[in-house]
């Protein structure tokens, strides 16, 4: 999706298949987002609240003393849709200066 200097990638195996973006739903995490603005490449991460939660415990769990992982978005569902309405959001309310750029 490309809209004012803003280009939204969802990779090829994503958009091509019903029951992949399925998968991901159900899975609550996709990471293969890519958002382009102002020439700078960003990679989003999205996870819905229970996978978010399972993930943090799991983390802590295993001895790590915190969890962190960069340009995080937590949705209520991880559709197409709520990641997209999600960027835009992000970028309307000035959202994109505290990601952080891929490096070239």
């Known amino acids: ?12 195996y994503y958009n091509n298949d ?6 991901i739903e ?3 995490y996709f990471v293969d987002v ?15 609240a229970v996978r ?7 983390h802590l769990e295993e001895g790590n003393p915190y969890f962190f ?3 995080l978005l937590i949705l209520t569902k991880v559709t197409k849709e709520k990641m997209t309405q999600a960027i835009l959001a992000l970028v309307e309310n000035g959202g994109l200066n505290v990601l952080k750029a891929d490096e070239d």
């Not at 200097?5 to 990779?11: D, K, R």
């Not at 019903?18 to 998968?23: A, I, K, L, T």
């Open 18 to 23: 019903e029951y992949v973006q399925f998968e």
């Open 1 to 12: 999706m490309e809209r004012d200097n803003l280009l939204i990638s969802f990779p090829d």
């Open 52 to 58: 978010l939660s399972q993930d943090i415990t799991l």
């Open 69 to 71: 992982e960069e340009n």
């Open 34 to 48: 890519y958002v382009k603005a102002d020439s700078k490449l960003y990679r989003i991460s999205f996870y819905d």
């Open 26 to 28: 159900s899975k609550g």
